[in-house]
Each structure stands twice: as structure tokens, then as C-alpha cells.
């Protein structure tokens, strides 16, 4: 883990409330593993704690790295403010990160997605390419208005859709894309909403190789303020931290 000054190299609205930033600098050098994030401080002074968003794919030859994020609060709505050629605090890599070490070519991964979860999976995926691994992509949105990178996740594999409404794909969530499917992948892997990551890791509990990513309010974002602490499935007096030793965890260890 670093702490350095990245620069935007463009910022792009890609859907309502949805943006896509392009970062460049030498802490892209640490990236590694999907499913990392970085801690951006606030480019606004009177909000101190930095906000975590994921690294939605990296390019350590150029020193790239995109960021995607939906504007929620006073963060990331100061985030839009950034422009061209404006320097952004980041501390990062940070997370332990998706496991892909148990795979091998040929294999088969499911990568499941909802909303603002989507983005640390393109670099997943194209890991997992990069690997020989087939991945196929069960990605769920609100409406046909806020989908994003649909070709990029169909350029790397199999796709399917769901959203809420039924204007883009299916009309439900994931868990209908997933229902009569008859591969047994080798692995499985989700980010997503609360509801959506309940729903795989009912599913996937028992599952050799099912990874899925937590989110939790941060502070300090690198284990040392136990603030986003979750619980041990049967284990009432144990508890882990989303930051440093997730976000990603196995299915069947943590209270959801
Ligand atoms: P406010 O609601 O004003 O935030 C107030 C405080 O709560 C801040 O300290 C903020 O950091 C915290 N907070 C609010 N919502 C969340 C949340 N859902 N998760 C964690 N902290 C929160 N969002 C994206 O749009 N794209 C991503 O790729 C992304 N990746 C994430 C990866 C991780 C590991 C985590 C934990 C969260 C991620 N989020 C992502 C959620 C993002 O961090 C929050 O939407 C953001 O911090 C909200 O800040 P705000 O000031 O706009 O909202
Ligand atoms: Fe401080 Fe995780 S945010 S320990």
C-alpha cells in the first residue's frame, strides 16, 4: 500500500449520476489483484474522510488506472468536480482482493454483478481471460439508462442481463439469470448489493471456490480504526475488517 498524487487524465458521465475516471501516476505500479480499491481524499477541505472506490481495471505499462462511481453524497459529488490535469490523493492498492490462484485454463467462472458493483469486475474478468478462464458475466440494473460497459463484458465473454424493469435483458434480478443453468463452475464471484450478495451466498454457501465483495462504511480504510468491522457466521464474538482483510471474503463466513 502506497500514498500518492494520481492525475485525472479524463472524466466522463457514462450514465446519469455514473462517472468514469481515468487516473494516471506511479502507484499504479502496486496494482495487482482485482477486487482492490483505492482511498481518495476529497478534493473539498471540510470532508476529511477519504472515500473507498474500486479499481475497475488497470494498466501498468501506461500507468492508468479507471475508477467508476455513482455520485451518492457530498463526496462524490465533489468527485465530478475534478478536471483534466488535477492531482487526487490516493492511498492504495488496498484489500486482499479476488483469489484467482486456484484456477487453471479451460476453466469455467461465474461473475455475478449488480449496480454500482460492477466495475471491479471488468478487471476480474480480464484476468481471468488473460488466464485462459471462460468467464460468464450475470449483470443486473435498475433500467436500461444506468447499464454501462455492456459491450467491454461482452467483448470478454458470455453476458446476460437483468433489470429491474425488464428494458434491458430480463426483467428481475441476477438470481433469474442464474436459475436452469447447468455448468459447474469452477468458481464464483459477486459484488453487488446487500440483497444480491445474500442471494449468492445462500446459493454458492458451500461452494469450494465462491468469492464475494462486502462493502462497509470506512475511515481509516488500512485496519487500523475498526470501523468496518463485519461478523463471523457462528462465531458471535469474532468479527473481521471489510478494509484490510476484505472486502473479499468466501460465501458462508460472513453475517450478511
Ligand atoms: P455520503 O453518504 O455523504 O458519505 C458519508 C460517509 O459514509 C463517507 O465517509 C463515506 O465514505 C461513507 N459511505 C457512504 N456510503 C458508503 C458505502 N456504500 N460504502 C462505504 N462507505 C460509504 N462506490 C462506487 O460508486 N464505485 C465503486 O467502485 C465503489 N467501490 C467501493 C469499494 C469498497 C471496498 C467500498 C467499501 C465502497 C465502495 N463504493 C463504491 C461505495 C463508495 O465508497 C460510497 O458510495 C462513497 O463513499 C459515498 O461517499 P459520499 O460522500 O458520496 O456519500
Ligand atoms: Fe479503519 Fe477498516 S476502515 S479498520
Do not use: W
Not at 482492490?36 to 488506472?65: A, M, W
Not at 492511498?91 to 461473475?111: E, M, Q, R, T
Not at 444480491?196 to 481509516?220: F, G, T, W
Amino acid at each position: 500500500m502506497e500514498q500518492g498524487m494520481l492525475t485525472v487524465i479524463t472524466q466522463q458521465e457514462i450514465a446519469p449520476n455514473i462517472f468514469e475516471l481515468v487516473l494516471q501516476g506511479e502507484l499504479v505500479r502496486a496494482m495487482e489483484k482485482p477486487g482492490q480499491f483505492l482511498h481518495l481524499l476529497v478534493p473539498q477541505k471540510d470532508l476529511l474522510l477519504r472515500r473507498p472506490i474500486s479499481i475497475n481495471q488497470f494498466d501498468r505499462q501506461n500507468l492508468t488506472c479507471h475508477l467508476i462511481y455513482r455520485v451518492e453524497g457530498q463526496g462524490t459529488k465533489a468527485f465530478t468536480q475534478l478536471s483534466v490535469g488535477d492531482k487526487v490523493d490516493c492511498l492504495g492498492p488496498l484489500g486482499n482482493g479476488f483469489d484467482l490462484s486456484g484456477l487453471k485454463a479451460g476453466d469455467i467462472a461465474y461473475i455475478i454483478g449488480g449496480g454500482i458493483g460492477v466495475p471491479p469486475l471488468y478487471e476480474l474478468s480480464r484476468q481471468l481471460v488473460a488466464k485462459g478462464v471462460k468467464p460468464i458475466h450475470f449483470l443486473g440494473f435498475a433500467k436500461k439508462e444506468v447499464v454501462y460497459y455492456a459491450e467491454k463484458f461482452q467483448a470478454l465473454g458470455e453476458t446476460f442481463f437483468a433489470t429491474d424493469d425488464g428494458s434491458f435483458g430480463v426483467r428481475g434480478n441476477v438470481s433469474h439469470l442464474l436459475e436452469g443453468r447447468t455448468e459447474e463452475p469452477a468458481a464464483v464471484f459477486a459484488c453487488g448489493n446487500n440483497g444480491m450478495l445474500k442471494m449468492v451466498d445462500a446459493k454458492y454457501q458451500n461452494h469450494p471456490n465462491a468469492q464475494i465483495s462486502m462493502e462497509a462504511r470506512m475511515a481509516c480504510g488500512v485496519g487500523a480504526c475498526y470501523g468496518c468491522v463485519c461478523h463471523v457466521k457462528n462465531e458471535p464474538t469474532k468479527s473481521l475488517k471489510v478494509c484490510d482483510e476484505g472486502p473479499i471474503f468466501k460465501t458462508g463466513v460472513i453475517v450478511l
